[in-house]
């Protein structure tokens, strides 16, 4: 199997990367289970620390159309498609935002259909694609109100993706992600980084500011789970979708002040207190217009999983970042 993975350098690109040389194989369009030969591992940064063969690092633009021409070729058999920008960057830079997040993807799709190849494709689009007056818990055929430039890209390209693989053009499968919790490293420019912050930086001895009101309700998921289910929406096959190729993820319904309570339970009062609350209208804005609470029963039924409850997912980031 030939793969390519775009945003190869981001926090769920280095991991998908990792667990597919862990795991060996994939299952081709054909349904056959095959060893993955190569993974081109595409980012406009260094992708650093991966030491395998199978690996080949390629760096450039994904909305450069001649980038596209070579990237992917009869011989790719999968497209892991990750590469964007995040929602409060695509906020604050319309054309950044639609070139990225939305025309890179339709130059890449349009590649695939005249290349006449249909191979597997799996992208990683939002809860973003919803929001404005939203039921408690929102149901697999809810409409999609994006508030957002962000959620509007990413349900612009889950759109084109159901159309291109209804004419058979690609295999496709676009994921819609809950919020991915606990993300290492330093804050970022997406809308929900505080959800990652407010857990990471207190465990990290540092401060923290939450943007949004305690009983904000946020849909979560733990970065293993999604690596999981990034693996599963590749393994299954076209038939097994029945409603469509556009799927809301099943995830972990919990409020800002839940979470803190967790933090508190696992690591302390002291740990829990070093985070301030200071509202911030653009932030909440933003977040706020994004469902907390999903039905998600397509993705289950599809075998897709979910985390049982927050305090493992903080103890998978105290694992595997603050061992001992
Ligand atoms: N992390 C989350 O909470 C979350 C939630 C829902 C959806 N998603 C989606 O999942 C995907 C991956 O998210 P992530 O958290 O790993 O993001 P990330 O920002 O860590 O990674 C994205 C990668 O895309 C790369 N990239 C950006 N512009 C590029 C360009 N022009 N050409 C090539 N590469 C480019 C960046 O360099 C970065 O390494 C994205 O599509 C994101 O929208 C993430």
Redesign the pocket.
């Known amino acids: 199997m030939n793969i390519l993975v775009?945003?190869a350098?981001?926090?769920?690109?280095r991991r998908l990367i990792e667990a597919l040389l862990q795991r060996g194989s994939l299952t081709d369009r054909a349904g056959k289970s095959r060893p993955i030969g190569q993974i081109v591992a595409?980012?406009?940064?260094e992708l650093t620390g991966i030491d395998d063969p199978r690996v080949k690092v390629v760096y450039?633009?994904?909305?450069d159309p001649e980038v596209v021409q070579r990237l992917i070729d009869a011989n790719t058999d999968s497209i892991f498609h990750?590469?964007?920008?995040?929602s409060s960057q695509a906020e604050g830079d319309f054309e950044l935002g639609m070139r990225?997040n939305f025309t890179a993807t339709q130059a890449m799709l349009e590649h695939i259909r005249k290349l006449g190849t249909r191979p597997k494709w799996v992208m990683?689009s939002?809860v973003a694609v919803f929001g404005g007056e939203l039921p408690e818990r929102v149901g697999d055929d809810h409409v999609w109100s994006p508030k957002s430039s962000y959620g509007t890209q990413k349900a612009m390209s889950d759109l084109l993706l159901a159309d291109y693989s209804r004419r058979a053009y690609v295999d496709g499968r676009s994921l819609r992600?809950p919020?991915?919790v606990v993300?290492p490293g330093k804050p970022?420019m997406?809308a929900?980084s505080f959800a990652s912050g407010i857990i990471r930086e207190p465990l990290n001895g540092e401060q923290s500011v939450c943007p949004v009101p305690l009983d904000t309700r946020l849909w979560l998921m733990s970065p293993a789970q999604a690596i999981g289910n990034l693996i599963h929406g590749h393994e299954l096959s076209a038939e097994q979708l029945t409603q469509g190729r556009v799927i809301n993820m099943p995830g972990l319904s919990i409020t800002v002040e839940q979470m803190i309570e967790a933090l508190r339970q696992t690591a302390g009062a002291e740990v829990a207190g070093r985070i301030r609350m200071e509202r911030n209208p653009a932030i909440e804005r933003i977040v706020g217009s994004w469902p907390g609470n999903f039905y998600a029963t397509y993705s289950q039924d599809l075998g897709f999983t979910a985390d049982e409850n927050f305090t493992d997912v903080i103890e998978q980031y105290r694992n595997e970042y603050l061992p001992g």
């Open positions: 775009t945003g350098a981001g926090f769920l690109g595409f980012d406009m940064v450039g633009d994904i909305a990750l590469a964007a920008v995040v990225i990683t939002s992600m919020t991915i993300r970022n997406a929900s």
